[in-house]
């Protein structure tokens, strides 16, 4: 059987988010079915990052034989020993380069052109991300291959809060737009809205701001919560409103939809792909319309609430990993 090597190592951080949930379900679930012999690259070596992924891997894919390498998150090795996938999961570091550390916008800004470029075939998380990856790098759209993601969030068996609330998950960066959701949201309060709304996430600076803007209407800032507590939050809002400018997939929504929690989301990136009708929708720039898209969810949350759980229900890592099968056999 041909031995697949899988870059597995965002998978073993301690709170993996993003392509390090991805790394964890999806190797768990290649684990599984256990179609092809793998080798999982838990660990880099003692060098940095960039040594070990493009000139300390190549020289163990080849010592182990690997007849295909498959990394996660964008840093595929340019020479190697057999074919190569990447997946990507967007181009965030390209518009919104303020989100990143000067060293990690730069070896993403210089890496993931040249993997793409490289590789064999490209996965991406949604035919946003492929659209983007195609137009941007000029890649071959034949050596694409669209693979969604699904629910990754065990449930964790809090209580959730006391209501109402209205809830956005996600860093508190520029890119996530909660400034217009807050704007949306005062201006609902002042309409005789009860809920509070509750941004959990990491802040990135953005808080100062946030809080002035809530004018001391009832914001929460609680800071990063674990999945046990953003489980709780989901099973407890109202409504998750996810106002951002930019995202690859959108994990988050099909989270609160496999929980039953309805959504309301900014018609901008890979959102409306990730929510289908399943979802109300605001452009991303306009309080007004953010504050409408809510109103129209709260009006709607049973419909709603049925509709997601009825999309998240068509997503599963078994299938994501199926699908991932199927693009290592194209090569194998």
Same mark, same amino acid.
């Given at each position: 059987?041909?031995?697949?090597?899988?870059?597995?190592?965002?998978?073993? =951080?301690?709170?993996?988010?993003?392509?390090?949930?991805?790394?964890?379900?999806?190797?768990?679930?290649?684990?599984?079915?256990?179609?092809?012999?793998?080798?999982?690259?838990?660990?880099?070596?003692?060098?940095?990052?960039?040594?070990?992924?493009?000139?300390?891997?190549?020289?163990?894919?080849?010592?182990?034989?690997?007849?295909? !390498?498959?990394?996660?998150?964008?840093?595929?090795?340019?020479?190697?020993?057999?074919?190569?996938?990447?997946?990507?999961?967007?181009?965030?570091?390209?518009?919104?380069?303020?989100?990143?550390?000067?060293?990690?916008?730069?070896?993403?800004?210089?890496?993931?052109?040249?993997?793409?470029?490289?590789?064999?075939?490209?996965?991406?998380?949604?035919?946003?991300?492929?659209?983007? =990856?195609?137009?941007?790098?000029?890649?071959?759209?034949?050596?694409?291959?669209?693979?969604?993601?699904?629910?990754?969030?065990?449930?964790?068996?809090?209580?959730?809060?006391?209501?109402?609330?209205?809830?956005?998950?996600?860093?508190?960066?520029?890119?996530?737009?909660?400034?217009?959701?807050?704007?949306?949201?005062?201006?609902?309060?002042?309409?005789?809205?009860?809920?509070?709304?509750?941004?959990?996430?990491?802040?990135?600076?953005?808080?100062?701001?946030?809080?002035?803007? &809530?004018?001391?209407?009832?914001?929460?800032?609680?800071?990063?919560?674990?999945?046990?507590?953003?489980?709780?939050?989901?099973?407890?809002?109202?409504?998750?409103?996810?106002?951002?400018?930019?995202?690859?997939?959108?994990?988050?929504?099909?989270?609160?939809?496999?929980?039953?929690?309805? !959504?309301?989301?900014?018609?901008?990136?890979?959102?409306?792909?990730?929510?289908?009708?399943?979802?109300?929708?605001?452009?991303?720039?306009?309080?007004?319309?953010? &504050?409408?898209?809510?109103?129209?969810?709260?009006?709607?949350?049973?419909?709603?609430?049925?509709?997601?759980?009825?999309?998240?229900?068509?997503?599963?890592?078994?299938?994501?990993?199926?699908?991932?099968?199927?693009?290592?056999?194209?090569?194998?």
């Amino acid at each position: 059987m041909p031995l697949v090597a899988f870059d597995a190592r965002d998978a073993h =951080v301690a709170m993996p988010h993003g392509s390090g949930i991805y790394a964890r379900r999806l190797s768990e679930a290649l684990r599984a079915r256990a179609a092809f012999e793998y080798w999982w690259v838990e660990r880099g070596g003692a060098g940095p990052e960039l040594w070990f992924e493009q000139f300390a891997l190549p020289r163990l894919l080849r010592s182990r034989g690997a007849r295909l !390498v498959h990394t996660p998150n964008c840093f595929l090795p340019l020479r190697r020993p057999c074919p190569g996938i990447v997946t990507v999961h967007d181009l965030a570091f390209h518009d919104h380069p303020r989100d990143f550390t000067r060293r990690t916008g730069w070896k993403y800004r210089t890496f993931t052109p040249r993997a793409v470029n490289s590789a064999q075939r490209v996965i991406c998380v949604s035919e946003f991300t492929r659209r983007d =990856v195609c137009e941007r790098y000029g890649a071959d759209e034949a050596r694409t291959r669209v693979i969604p993601l699904a629910p990754a969030l065990p449930e964790g068996g809090l209580p959730p809060p006391a209501g109402p609330y209205l809830l956005s998950v996600g860093d508190l960066r520029p890119k996530k737009n909660l400034r217009v959701l807050v704007r949306a949201w005062r201006s609902l309060r002042a309409e005789g809205l009860p809920h509070r709304l509750v941004l959990a996430g990491r802040d990135f600076g953005e808080g100062p701001a946030l809080r002035a803007l &809530a004018g001391g209407e009832p914001l929460e800032l609680p800071g990063f919560v674990d999945d046990a507590h953003v489980d709780a939050l989901l099973r407890g809002a109202d409504l998750l409103v996810h106002p951002g400018l930019y995202e690859g997939f959108g994990l988050i929504v099909v989270e609160a939809m496999a929980r039953g929690c309805p !959504v309301a989301l900014a018609r901008a990136g890979a959102l409306p792909q990730t929510g289908g009708e399943a979802a109300e929708y605001f452009a991303p720039g306009d309080p007004e319309a953010a &504050a409408a898209a809510i109103g129209r969810a709260l009006e709607r949350r049973a419909e709603l609430a049925a509709a997601g759980q009825a999309r998240a229900a068509m997503l599963s890592w078994d299938e994501t990993a199926r699908m991932t099968e199927e693009v290592y056999a194209e090569l194998l």
